[in-house]
């Protein structure tokens, strides 16, 4: 399975920009997928989640209501949908994906539980 991230720019605070993940050699159905975020020198942080079923997604506190993930099992994409973005969203994002049966809940918001990783794409928010 392989996850090539796209979208990542520089954008001005309060306008939009849309991150778009593509998954290859795999059953796109099959797989839960997040988004995280990594600054220089920190851990990568959980952003956004969606289920495999898209029955439920999940958000960061400090993202909810300003960003928006889902996904296009027919063209094997996930996106992240970043509205009024702010300086403090400057990060590399990541796209990631998990097949797997998960024991226990909230498994999701830790990027040691998934086993696919994209290369990351830079979004800077920046007047």
């Known amino acids: 399975v392989q996850l090539q991230a796209s979208g990542g720019g520089l954008v001005q605070p309060g306008d939009s920009l849309r991150l778009s993940c593509q998954l290859s050699g795999g059953t796109f159905e099959s797989y839960g997928m997040g988004w995280f975020r990594q600054y220089p020198g920190k851990e990568r942080e959980f952003v956004a989640f969606i289920r495999r079923d898209e029955t439920k997604t999940y958000y960061a506190d400090s993202v909810k209501g300003r960003f928006t993930i889902f996904r296009n099992n027919a063209n094997n994409k996930m996106y992240l949908q970043m509205n009024s973005p702010r300086p403090e969203d400057t990060a590399l994002y990541y796209c990631?994906?998990?097949?797997?049966?998960?024991?226990?809940?909230?498994?999701?918001?830790?990027?040691?539980?998934?086993?696919?990783w994209g290369q990351g794409t830079q979004v800077t928010v920046s007047s």
């Open positions: 990631a994906a998990d097949g797997r049966l998960h024991s226990y809940s909230g498994w999701y918001l830790r990027s040691e539980e998934y086993n696919h």
